[in-house]
């Protein structure tokens, strides 16, 4: 029995498309911090997908147009106008988040860093940082996406992948070192360390 053009079309989304669905929600619960709205983002990236599935070019990344779809469909629905966020990037970041490492592998912080459960702070101090970085962070630390490809499904400029990307690392850092000394895993921070 032969399929017709819309179950081939149905059968197709169905075997590439959906391979991508934890992907996805996890993408849109990092950016809309809530389940029920995640999964409303979710629902309406794969409508949007199904729609569009013409449009996608085979031989592609699945979870590259994905997330693309995803995050056009965050941000259309959003009520409040998108913050635009400037960033001064003349090196003294760096050196503070370089100085911030010395100072924990100074104190040897690392191997009980190592052997700790940090799965929850994680995601908390994930779920704090404005979304501009949060979604950077999501895409290329824990969705593995290139900044190039990054660069694409957020429709900003490499550099400011870049910028985004070490700035929401310096604040999830600064969040993690804050949980670290509220559980008692290093003392707060005296004077000679600063």
């Known amino acids: ?31 809309t911090r809530d389940e029920a709205d995640a999964e409303d983002v979710v629902q309406e ?12 070019q085979e031989g592609t990344d699945i979870r590259r147009w994905l997330f ?23 090196g003294a970041e760096a050196v503070d988040a370089a100085q911030a490492s010395e100072v924990w592998l100074r104190r040897g912080l690392d191997p009980i860093l190592a052997s700790a459960d940090l799965g929850p702070a994680i995601h908390e101090a994930l779920d704090a940082i404005p979304e501009t970085f949060r979604s950077v962070v999501v895409l290329v630390d824990l969705e593995d996406q290139s900044y190039e490809d990054a660069a694409e499904v957020l429709g900003v400029p490499v550099g400011t992948v870049r910028s985004r990307l070490f700035r929401g690392r310096k ?16 003392p707060a921070p005296d004077r000679s360390d600063a």
Do not use: C
Not at 2 to 30: C, G, I, K, Q
Not at 73 to 78: E, I, K, M, P, Q
């Open 1 to 31: 029995m032969l399929m017709t053009a819309p179950e081939a079309a149905h059968a197709l989304f169905s075997a590439n498309a959906l391979t991508a669905l934890d992907d996805v929600y996890r993408f849109a619960r990092s950016l």
């Open 171 to 186: 604040l999830l850092q600064e969040r993690l070192i804050a949980y670290a000394q509220d559980a008692g895993f290093v």
């Open 45 to 56: 990236t794969y409508l949007r997908a199904f729609r569009s599935w013409q449009t996608f």
């Open 68 to 90: 693309t779809i995803a995050r056009n469909v965050f941000l259309r629905s959003r009520e409040k106008a998108r913050r635009e966020v400037t960033l001064d990037d003349d």
